[in-house]
């Protein structure tokens, strides 16, 4: 079993940076990838990138305001966030999938989610 847990959510100003983490625990061995999600409020939830552990291999999906590395030691996945915007502020999550699953099919492994809000 893989535990997610997210923190660094904020209330922000526009303009801000926010450093969100998400600590991986339990059976981390088996988890092949691992990537952040957000989900304003009333929206779909959207991929914002994904990385495989074992290669660092990423895949951003946003533009180059986010940024994300891994800490493989500390089983620990961060997201950089610079010059925030209202736009930004949704829940953001991270996500890890197994070896044998795919982010298509799932499953996917969640955490709680962190609140991040910026204001104008």
């Known amino acids: 079993h893989v535990h997610l847990v997210e923190s660094g959510g904020d209330s922000v100003q526009a303009g801000g940076s926010l450093k969100l983490s998400c600590e991986a625990s339990?059976?981390?061995?088996?988890?092949?990838?691992m990537g952040w999600f957000r989900q304003p409020a009333g929206k779909q939830r959207e991929q914002l990138g994904i990385i495989y552990r074992r290669s660092g291999t990423k895949r951003d999906l946003v533009d180059g305001r986010f940024s994300f590395s891994q800490d493989s030691t500390k089983n620990t996945l961060y997201l950089q966030m610079n010059n925030l915007t209202p736009d930004d502020t949704a829940m953001y999550y991270c996500?890890?999938?197994?070896?044998?699953?795919?982010?298509?099919?799932?499953?996917?492994?969640w955490g709680q989610g962190t609140q991040v809000t910026v204001s104008s």
């Open positions: 339990g059976d981390t061995d088996n988890v092949y990838s």
């Open positions: 996500a890890a999938i197994l070896f044998g699953d795919s982010w298509v099919s799932g499953p996917h492994l």
